[in-house]
């Protein structure tokens, strides 16, 4: 799982930093536009980056204490980013705001996987 993780942080982090450029040069005429939604997708794009990070946290912490709680950890963290992320830049991209009603279920995602992966380093399994 050590890898696994690994990968899926590395290309989150890459579609991150893709995604922070297209919404500064690609979506730049956009936002003059609609500035109330750069907000909108500058958060997503931070939570995208800092829980990408967290996925290579939780390939490292697959080695220190394997088990069942770490690997639980990282599926809430892909899960929270497709769902939070993920909404967020419908939203932005279509101005559906209905969307922002399955934002906070992502949010719930990245929060469990927080509290698992300290779960983990608590019990040291």
Request: proline share 3%; hydrophobic share 60%.
């Amino acid at each position: 799982m050590d890898r696994t993780f690994f990968v899926i942080g590395s290309v989150v982090m890459f579609l991150g930093v893709a995604a922070g450029a297209f919404g500064a040069h690609g979506l730049e005429r956009y936002f003059v536009e609609h500035p109330a939604l750069e907000p909108t997708y500058l958060t997503a794009v931070r939570y995208q980056l800092i829980h990408g990070l967290a996925l290579l946290a939780v390939a490292w912490a697959t080695i220190q204490w394997p088990g069942t709680l770490v690997n639980l950890a990282g599926y809430a963290f892909v899960a929270g980013i497709i769902i939070f992320s993920g909404s967020l830049y419908v939203l932005v991209l279509t101005d559906t705001s209905w969307l922002g009603a399955i934002t906070p279920i992502g949010g719930v995602a990245l929060l469990a996987g927080w509290l698992l992966l300290a779960s983990a380093a608590w019990r040291g399994s």
